[in-house]
């Protein structure tokens, strides 16, 4: 059967997907010029929002009364609602994503401070059973990543005597830490 303008609306009522092709070939320019004037900047949800489009008009064009409003009329005003329906739950979902990616950001930053301080307490704590000397060094070297050669100049002293205060106080350092350890597993 062949389609027209006079038959389109029953064909559809029949659920004649030929009737569907028509709607497409004869109205597709309209719904897309609509699509685009609310999405125009969301290409990659203009195809979606036309078969949405297409599939309302396929669902409910039982609904269509010729005597309220021409059949281009009434597919332009479910083009219409529908992108401003897309338009929304875009808007939402941005908001929604900026509010997370917020909170992502905050709930990071918190982390990163308690960490920060944990590791300064309890970086503190395994120094202070060095020498003052040796704390300062293991700061400049391993805090502040100034080189050997930097801290050997600056404190006139020579660099094997510096590696072997590190690897020293490293050593300690090691020591202390797994007496720590074992006074925790012990405590638990």
């Known amino acids: 059967m062949r389609i027209t303008e006079k038959n389109v609306v029953e064909q559809l009522i029949v659920k004649n997907e030929k009737a569907l092709f028509y709607i497409v ?23 979606e929002c036309l078969d949405d489009v297409l599939l309302l ?14 059949l281009k009329n009434w597919i332009a005003a479910i083009a219409k609602h529908k992108s401003i329906d897309y338009q929304r739950q875009y808007k939402k979902f941005l908001l929604q994503q900026e509010f997370e990616d ?52 600056a404190q006139g002293i020579h660099r094997s005597v510096l590696y072997n205060r590190l690897s020293r106080g490293r050593k300690k350092l090691r020591t202390v830490f797994k007496n720590k350890l074992n006074e925790k597993e012990e405590s638990t």
């Open 25 to 47: 070939e004869q109205y597709g320019g309209t719904i897309k010029a609509i699509i685009k004037k609310y999405l125009g900047s969301l290409e990659m949800i203009q195809d």
């Open 57 to 70: 008009i396929w669902n409910n064009i039982m609904y269509y009364d010729e005597n309220k409003n021409s």
């Open 102 to 153: 917020h909170m992502l950001v905050d709930f990071q930053s918190v982390e990163a401070q308690v960490m920060d301080n944990m590791l300064s307490s309890q970086t503190e704590q395994l120094l202070s059973s060095l020498k003052k000397e040796d704390q300062l060094l293991f700061i400049q070297h391993y805090g502040e990543q100034k080189s050997i050669e930097e801290l050997s100049h």
